[in-house]
T-cell receptor, first 113, second 116 residues
Framework: KNQVEQSPQSLIILEGKNCTLQCNYTVSPFSNLRWYKQDTGRGPVSLTIMTFSENTKSNGRYTATLDADTKQSSLHITASQLSDSASYICVVSSTYNTDKLIFGTGTRLQVFP | NAGVTQTPKFQVLKTGQSMTLQCAQD?????MYWYRQDPGMGLRLIYY???????DKGEVPNGYNVSRLNKREFSLRLESAAPSQTSVYFC???????????????FGPGTRLLVL
């Protein structure tokens, strides 16, 4: 069964610190992996999209990595800000069924001053 | 550009009542989607419309119907609401249909629905 698992479920860090969120997937054959940020009470917003041939992509203080061999991805946040408090969702699609995106349950990040 | 807009923002229904959730996008996107988000679960696709005039079932279509009214608007209807349909509903749109890798989906702010 195609699955996307994220860890940790929740994370608390102090403002200015770095953190890394993990995503493991069993989706096969793999097409692409996305990271979304979802603020409380809002819809998800795309941060990055990576295909099979890409192993790192940055968007400001957000850097996503992808290891297609081990089926793992990480999202690294540098110099965290209070506005980074949100849920971060990993989403994977398969070339076998490209109509379907498989969403992880997200990591809830809270940044405190 | 307003992006993707949804109405209403909140709704309380009694079991058996019907309602329509409205979604509109002003980005001239071809594809539109309806998802539901429940605690402890990832977003799940209810229905999608790859282009104007077409609709297809997603992962959890039972109890819902959709209408792609025109290129801008995609509505979701609950004919007879049930407590299991209590959820947050998100509409999304993308420029091209999902079959092509790399397209970004843009989400609306969501509709919070409580069915008593």
């Amino acid at each position: 069964k195609n699955q996307v698992e994220q860890s940790p479920q929740s994370l608390i860090i102090l403002e200015g610190k770095n953190c890394t969120l993990q995503c493991n997937y069993t989706v096969s054959p793999f097409s692409n992996l996305r990271w979304y940020k979802q603020d409380t009470g809002r819809g998800p917003v795309s941060l990055t999209i990576m295909t099979f041939s890409e192993n790192t992509k940055s968007n400001g203080r957000y850097t996503a990595t992808l290891d297609a061999d081990t089926k793992q991805s990480s999202l690294h946040i540098t110099a965290s800000q209070l506005s980074d408090s949100a849920s971060y969702i990993c989403v994977v699609s398969s070339t076998y069924n490209t109509d379907k995106l498989i969403f992880g349950t997200g990591t809830r990040l809270q940044v405190f001053p | 550009n307003a992006g993707v807009t949804q109405t209403p923002k909140f709704q309380v229904l009694k079991t058996g009542q019907s309602m329509t959730l409205q979604c509109a996008q002003d980005m001239n996107h071809n594809s539109m989607y309806w998802y539901r988000q429940d605690p402890g679960m990832g977003l799940r696709l209810i229905y999608y419309s790859a282009s104007e005039g077409t609709t297809d079932k997603g992962e959890v279509p039972n109890g819902y119907n959709v209408s792609r009214l025109n290129k801008r608007e995609f509505s979701l209807r609950l004919e007879s609401a049930a407590p299991s349909q209590t959820s947050v509903y998100f509409c999304a749109s993308s420029e091209i249909q999902r079959r092509l890798a790399g397209e970004t989906q843009y989400f609306g702010p969501g509709t919070r629905l409580l069915v008593l």
